[in-house]
């Protein structure tokens, strides 16, 4: 199981960027993914999960940020928008230990993780 997360970069407040997690080794679309951050000195929180075209969302990024699937490419995607500052962070995707699991902001839900990829916000 593979996960590579990619998009990250610097980026002026109200800004947008769009983060890539590009998924191998399991069946595409039976598991829930989820993105999470991590920002320093905090703990890692979930940030969306999408499960069988349903997406969920943080109430913290709930209207700015989107999250999509490409069936094709095995990959999903994180577009944020009306980026704050308050959203640097490292962000990671990471796929649910279960083909049952259903959406979690729970860590422990999910087993296999991206490396993360940095995202940061000037004001």
């Known amino acids: 199981v593979q996960l590579v997360e990619s998009g990250g970069g610097l980026v002026q407040a109200g800004g947008s960027l769009r983060l890539s997690c590009a998924t191998s080794?399991?069946?595409?679309?039976?598991?829930?993914i989820g993105w999470f951050r991590q920002a320093p000195g905090k703990e890692r929180e979930g940030v969306s999960c999408?499960?069988?075209?349903?997406?969920y969302y943080a109430d913290s990024v709930k209207g700015r940020f989107a999250m999509s699937s490409d069936n094709v490419k095995n990959t999903v995607y994180l577009q944020m928008n009306s980026l704050k500052p308050e959203d640097t962070a490292v962000y990671y995707c990471?796929?649910?230990?279960?083909?049952?699991?259903?959406?979690?902001?729970?860590?422990?839900?999910?087993?296999?993780w991206g490396q993360g990829t940095q995202v940061t916000v000037s004001s």
């Open positions: 990471a796929r649910a230990r279960s083909t049952y699991a259903s959406c979690s902001y729970s860590r422990s839900a999910f087993g296999s």
């Open positions: 080794g399991f069946t595409f679309g039976a598991y829930a």
């Open positions: 999408i499960r069988s075209s349903s997406t």
